[in-house]
Nanobody, 125 residues
Framework: QVQLVESGGGLVQTGGSLRLSCAAS????????MGWFRQAPGREREFVST????????SYADSVKGRFTISRDNAKNPVYLQMNSLKPEDTAVYYC??????????????????WGQGTQVTVSS
């Protein structure tokens, strides 16, 4: 069982930055690939980014590519999502997720086994 806790959300102006963190319980953190998803009001939850178990492979949604950076520190546990050049359309609840399947990609909700409670990000115009 893995428990995930997100932090770092808040209110920021357009063009600003935030760094989200996801802390995972358990000693097998490096066994999981990790992902970030988001859900805006009235919309379905969507993929944002994912990072492999080693941290060497990453993937991003087109809408955030070049602005967001995912990283992980397997020694210290957390996964980060550095968000720069934020736009009002980035406003959403951001969720951290962990998965253990084989293969690659991992850009669907079904690829993940564990989810955090989410952290609100609001970008004002």
């Amino acid at each position: 069982q893995v428990q995930l806790v997100e932090s770092g959300g808040g209110l920021v102006q357009t063009g600003g930055s935030l760094r989200l963190s996801c802390a995972a319980s358990g000693r097998t953190f490096s066994s999981y690939y990790m992902g970030w998803f988001r859900q805006a009001p009235g919309r379905e939850r969507e993929f944002v980014s994912t990072i492999s178990r080693s941290g060497r492979s990453t993937s991003y949604a087109d809408s955030v590519k070049g602005r967001f950076t995912i990283s992980r520190d397997n020694a210290k546990n957390p996964v980060y999502l550095q968000m720069n050049s934020l736009k009002p359309e980035d406003t959403a609840v951001y969720y951290c997720a962990a998965g253990s399947r084989d293969g690659s990609g991992w850009n669907s909700e079904g690829d993940y086994d564990y989810w955090g409670q989410g952290t609100q990000v609001t970008v004002s115009s």
